[in-house]
Nanobody, 124 residues
Framework: QLQLVESGGGLVQPGGSLRLSCLASGFTLDYYAFAWFRQAPGKGREGVSC????????KYADSVKGRFTISIDNAKNTVFLQMNSLKPEDTAVYSC?????????????????WGQGTQVTVSS
């Protein structure tokens, strides 16, 4: 059974860092693109970052450029999102998603598989 499981969320002070993990099981990461989305209370879902398993293509939302870094560890079947210089407006539930294409898609509904999400709260 194909499954994505996120971890690494939590409470952090402004300016702090967190690293989110998305463990893929039931399939290998080859020929997939992986994305991180987030949804804050009362707001719509936002695409944060995306990377193809080849590592040749990655994208970031303007709001996180220079602060967040997406990476893939094929040996661990895991996708990471390193989040630095966190701001209160980064507070949201973060979810990973996978699509069986080497192409980053914009919309959450375009992906084939989704995780359950992990809460990130940035507050002093």
């Amino acid at each position: 059974q194909l499954q994505l499981v996120e971890s690494g969320g939590g409470l952090v002070q402004p300016g702090g860092s967190l690293r989110l993990s998305c463990l893929a099981s039931g399939f290998t990461l080859d020929y997939y693109a992986f994305a991180w989305f987030r949804q804050a209370p009362g707001k719509g879902r936002e695409g944060v970052s995306c990377m193809t398993s080849s590592g040749r293509s990655s994208k970031y939302a303007d709001s996180v450029k220079g602060r967040f870094t997406i990476s893939i560890d094929n040996a661990k079947n895991t996708v990471f999102l390193q989040m630095n210089s966190l701001k209160p407006e980064d507070t949201a539930v973060y979810s990973c998603a996978a699509i069986a294409l080497l192409d980053c898609r914009k919309w959450y509904e375009d992906y084939d598989y989704w995780g359950q999400g992990t809460q990130v709260t940035v507050s002093s």
